[in-house]
């Protein structure tokens, strides 16, 4: 099993940037689809963007597709979310997680889990 661990968030003005990123131990992941998820106070978690295990697809939520790129660094051990012009609606626990589906962008797919990092966006 694959252990994630998340960093890079932060407190940022909104229309300001922060880029995620997610380290594997265990396992690469270079060979899982890779998804990022997001949880705010008091609401359910939800999807943000995966990329395949191939890395030659990605997904993401409509609100932020146009901000969002998610990535994998040249080793593929690496996972990375760029924010862009953040909103106060992105204020949130981010998570990484890892599927062993060659594709997809549903929660329940993904059976590995980060503990989070907290992102602030403030007016």
């Known amino acids: 099993q694959v252990q994630l661990v998340e960093s890079g968030g932060g407190l940022v003005q909104a229309g300001g940037s922060l880029r995620l990123s997610c380290g594997g131990s265990?396992?690469?992941?270079?060979?899982?689809?890779m998804g990022w998820f997001r949880q705010a106070p008091g609401k359910e978690r939800e999807f943000v963007a995966a990329?395949?295990?191939?890395?030659?697809?990605?997904y993401y939520r409509n609100t932020v597709k146009g901000r969002f790129t998610i990535s994998r660094d040249g080793t593929r051990n690496t996972l990375r979310l760029q924010m862009n012009n953040l909103q106060l609606g992105d204020t949130a626990v981010y998570y990484c997680?890892?599927?062993?589906?060659?594709?997809?962008?549903?929660?329940?797919?993904?059976?590995?889990w980060g503990q989070g990092t907290q992102v602030t966006v403030s007016s």
């Open positions: 997680a890892a599927s062993n589906r060659l594709s997809t962008a549903n929660e329940a797919d993904f059976h590995s």
């Open positions: 265990g396992h690469s992941l270079g060979t899982y689809t």
């Open positions: 990329i395949n295990w191939l890395g030659d697809s990605t």
